[in-house]
């Protein structure tokens, strides 16, 4: 593990508030956090762990601060809870059975991906509101938990996007709820999909706890910052601003690594 400096763990915690601001917007925070830590000489594995249990905090305290929008959303959440478990720690036993030269591979890709999928946000808005119009309520089949599922397998074993594709998918069920009661719903289960396989890192994963400390503590002010801004400003510029930010970065971590 590397031994960090108190400028460099000064930067991570601004950079901790930034994120977890952002993971409350938009659901991409991670996808600067993990570039971040890699730059600090965290190998991929290591860093993608850590950063995992880093922005849970961020998700807790955003869920918090979303209290208003979630009050009456609580009944449909018990539903997605189970699956979003489950689904988080298959994800978090993936990557630990895999042998970490696997991930370092596909840790370019995971980041790419993660940034397409925040580029392409405004269009699956877009797409959503459409259906939106046509759409009726009709609660939570076996499809919406398969779904949910499987984004918390994806967050468990990397995370970088969770939030979009929750919001996604979640705007596709909940024809009837405000894009701030998603938004609410999305922290809920960014936190959930984090958090438990940020549960089993703790003890069976290569964790840097220095930058994994300082990612928790500055990420409890930065999500009920996110939640103040994304009521006020639109999360479309941000989204657009991260998604070029993870392609550079893949690319960046693709060059460190091959």
């Not at 790419?112 to 939106?132: C, D, E, F, S, Y």
């Not at 939030?163 to 009837?176: M, N, R, T």
Request: aromatic share 8%.
């Amino acid at each position: 593990m590397p031994h960090f400096s108190v400028l460099q763990l000064a930067l991570l915690a601004v950079v901790g508030i930034v994120v977890g601001a952002l993971n409350a917007i938009a659901g991409a925070g991670s996808l600067i956090t993990f570039p971040v830590l890699i730059a600090f000489g965290l190998n991929p594995l290591v860093a993608n762990v850590s950063n995992c249990i880093g922005v849970t905090a961020g998700n807790i305290s955003a869920t918090i601060a979303f209290r208003r929008e979630l009050r009456h959303q609580w009944p449909a959440i018990r539903g997605m809870l189970w699956p979003a478990a489950m689904g988080s720690f298959v994800g978090g036993i993936i990557l630990l059975a895999l042998p970490s030269s696997v991930f370092n591979v596909i840790a370019p890709l995971l980041v790419a991906i993660g940034a397409v999928l925040t580029l392409l946000q405004p269009w699956l808005v877009k797409r959503v509101t459409a259906r939106r119009a046509q759409s009726t309520r009709h609660g939570q089949s076996l499809a919406f938990r398969v779904f949910i599922f499987l984004i918390a397998l994806y967050g468990g074993y990397f995370g970088s996007g969770i939030g979009l594709l929750f919001f996604a998918v979640l705007s596709l069920w909940f024809v009837d709820s405000s894009v701030h009661e998603l938004d609410g719903v999305k922290s809920v289960l960014q936190g959930l999909s984090n958090g438990c396989a940020g549960l089993l890192f703790c003890f069976a994963a290569p964790v840097s706890w220095p930058a994994t400390i300082v990612l928790l503590l500055s990420g409890l002010i930065g999500g009920p910052i996110g939640v103040v801004l994304a009521r006020r400003i639109p999360a479309k510029p941000l989204r657009i601003g991260i998604g070029v930010c993870g392609l550079i970065a893949a690319v960046l971590i693709a060059l460190r690594t091959f």
